[in-house]
């Protein structure tokens, strides 16, 4: 974003305005952290504003600063449509094409609201007036941060924004484990702290919530764990009777794609999980060094993400997924033993 696109930005957001905030479909941490983090940065500048998520996300982000206040486009469309053709500017959050909105899709493409798009996923479509793209940021919550910074308001943040923003950026960042996780993001991390955001509550709240089913299911998905030595890969799978065995809800299944890639000497992971309601295979891939998953998930599986966390989907039966999967995988040998 240049210092002109600033300037304007600037003077638009000068005068209140009527505002929503988009994130992409099934929502994480990120997405819902960055989303809220706006919505309470621009409330204390008097917008009126609205978050509007495409569906429902899991209930381990349900205690959020703000959560309360999000509508659901898919249960709650009438009043969403209104409130995004009525919407003066609507901001983008942690996706950057408009089909990864879902149902929303439609509605956005045709608003006359000026669009905001905040991201750091690769390849941004071309809808938005002013585009903050950044594939080498963390996650998008460290980029509402500097788009704060930009308008000159850091001293505003308070314990909510603080809180909100430190959710994103923990997720995304598996714990600040993950390569995207800069000198910058741990100096960001430390004003968040030093503005309210409470670690060790935030941490508790969304990794040591699970369900007695949840961790049965987690121990379903590791009973499923193959491993192809050759190719340095590990897979795991979870068929829709599997899920309905162990009740599961949504966010149930976040993170365990991170068990195959915790094995030694193991550079690709993946996880299928069978989506019966959606007629699809759901499918996350996880890599470590430079092995690009978003190329192979977007030559292969409809999707796409960054080069070391990358999600796509199969119309295939969740075997056929696997054999389709399991055959790409010589072609990508070389690159997989090389690292």
């Not at 969403?80 to 929303?104: K, P």
């Not at 993170?255 to 007629?279: C, H, M, P, R, T």
Request: glycine letters at 6%; hydrophobic letters at 35%; proline letters at 3%.
């Amino acid at each position: 974003m240049n210092t002109q696109d600033i300037s304007n930005i600037k003077l638009l957001l000068s005068t209140p305005k009527k505002i929503v905030i988009v994130p992409h479909k099934n929502p994480d941490g990120d997405a819902i952290g960055s989303t809220l983090g706006l919505y309470h940065y621009l409330i204390k500048n008097n917008h009126q504003v609205q978050v509007i998520t495409p569906n429902d996300y899991p209930n381990f982000l349900k205690w959020i600063p703000g959560e309360k206040s999000i509508l659901k486009h898919d249960s709650q469309t009438k009043i969403c449509d209104n409130l995004i053709n009525d919407a003066d500017v609507i901001f983008t959050l942690d996706f950057n094409a408009l089909h990864r909105a879902g149902n929303m899709e439609t509605v956005l493409a045709t608003s006359k609201a000026i669009k905001i798009m905040i991201d750091h996923h690769q390849a941004p479509d071309d809808y938005a007036e002013y585009v903050f793209s950044d594939v080498s940021m963390s996650s998008t919550c460290e980029m509402v941060y500097h788009f704060i910074n930009m308008m000159g308001d850091l001293d505003i943040i308070d314990t909510n924004i603080a809180t909100c923003l430190y959710v994103g950026i923990m997720t995304d960042t598996g714990s600040f484990r993950f390569s995207s996780t800069s000198s910058k993001t741990h100096q960001i991390i430390a004003h968040l702290i030093e503005n309210g955001a409470d670690n060790s509550h935030i941490h508790n709240n969304i990794y040591d919530a699970n369900s007695y089913k949840s961790l049965q299911l987690l121990g379903c998905a590791l009973t499923n764990l193959k491993v192809i030595p050759e190719s340095r890969t590990a897979y795991i799978t979870l068929s829709q009777e599997e899920l309905n065995r162990y009740d599961y809800k949504k966010g149930d299944t976040e993170g365990i794609v991170n068990y195959g890639l915790s094995l030694e000497n193991i550079v690709l992971a993946a996880i299928f999980i069978e989506d019966k309601q959606e007629g699809i295979i759901k499918i996350s891939l996880r890599s470590k060094g430079n092995f690009s998953v978003n190329d192979m998930s977007r030559s292969h599986f409809e999707g796409g993400g960054h080069i070391n966390a990358a999600g796509g989907k199969s119309y295939l039966s969740l075997k056929d997924t696997v054999e389709k999967f399991i055959s790409i995988l010589p072609s990508y040998n070389k690159a997989l033993n090389n690292e």
